[in-house]
């Protein structure tokens, strides 16, 4: 007998805020945290503008031991575990540590980190290294740090798809609970922003404004010219329904199906053909035991990027067809940028608006690149039950996640 998969809990490290309430509240509000690079100078680069995590105090959230031996990737990867947690109403105890896991997607994990253990190590020799780096080198500090931290034994993955490895981590997380392998995992994604992440961003014209125009993301826009980078952790207390039923947890949503696929494409682009993403949302929406006409909103990946943004919308029309009406369209990552590893935060964003009846708007989409449902200019009240969260990925790996109100 497989179980319900249900969220109980959400954790967020955001440029928007820290914490759902902050977070939902801004983005609701359509506030976009797209700003004037702080952490580095950007002087020397075409792109001048980021949605960088500001106001993060780590030790809020981890023991300063604990967040000493942490880079920034690993600190919000924890500091959202803890508050997912949290959330979800679970104490940690020799009881249940066993059965409650960490599975998250970093699409590039510390490249803060990296760069500086390899300057140092090729500029000055291994001795000069510090020891204390070598552990955040690699893809799963942030799953492990974070684990260390709160004391859980039981799963210990990270997932790296690039965009589409947050969504990839709560599909296997769901699967092992559906399965019965966990009571409770946490999953998401963490992604930060390094001025070395920004400089090959702009090397591959990966960032607005990629061939002249005003900077901005402007998602399915018809004058979009590339994403503004971003930042932050989102991640997701995954249960089964009768875990959180002995608890007396109330759910926030269910995680009815997922589905991925994959299609022949460029290292660093997307494919032409929408096959490939249409194909994921196909996968998921049928693992649900659903029809397309059930899906009431689609949490888009679309990021103002030229390529992207086209593969999304000529998807969507062709799951869904494109007519006015349901699902609704949007995507915050006008609001919160490309972090890579931004499902996690979508995802919790999807569950909010699920729950609460109102969905987000796509800011800087004026001019719509097909007659799809967008929310524009301002947030949309809806009777919404079923939602859909998009991952699609450069170098063609698609993930979608289902939600459901309950």
Known sequence: MTKRVVVTGIGLVTPLGIGRDDFFRR??????AAAPIASFDAGRFPSKLAAEVTGFSPTEFISPRNARRMDRLSQMAAAS????????????????????GIILGTAFGSTEVATGFAGTMFTEGPRFVSPLQVPNTVMNAPAGHAAIELGIRGVNSTVNHREASAETAIAFAASDIRKGRADAILAGGVEILSEFFFEILTYFRALSPDDGGPEGARPFDADR????????AGVLCL????????????????????????????????PSDPQGPAMAMRKAIQSAGLAPADIDAVSASANGGRNLDRLEADALAGVFGETRGTPLVTSIKGAVGESFSSGGIR??????????????????????????????????????????????????????VILKRI
């Open 239 to 270: 249960e089964s329904l009768e875990s959180a039923e002995a608890r007396g947890a109330t759910p926030l949503c269910e995680v009815l199906g997922w589905g991925m696929s994959s299609a022949p494409a460029p290292p660093n682009d997307w």
């Open 27 to 32: 983005l609701l509000a359509g506030e976009s």
């Open 81 to 100: 575990a803890r508050m997912a947690l949290h959330d979800a109403g679970i104490a940690v105890d020799a009881g249940n540590r066993d059965r409650i």
């Open 347 to 400: 995802s919790a964003a999807m569950a909010l608006s699920l729950r609460e009846g109102v969905f987000p708007p796509t800011l800087g989409l004026a001019h719509p690149i097909r007659d799809l449902s967008f929310i524009m200019d301002k947030s949309r009240f809806a009777a919404a039950t079923i939602g859909m969260v998009n991952g699609f990925s450069s170098g063609g790996t698609f993930a979608s």
């Open 225 to 232: 010219n590339g994403p503004v980078a971003g930042e932050g």
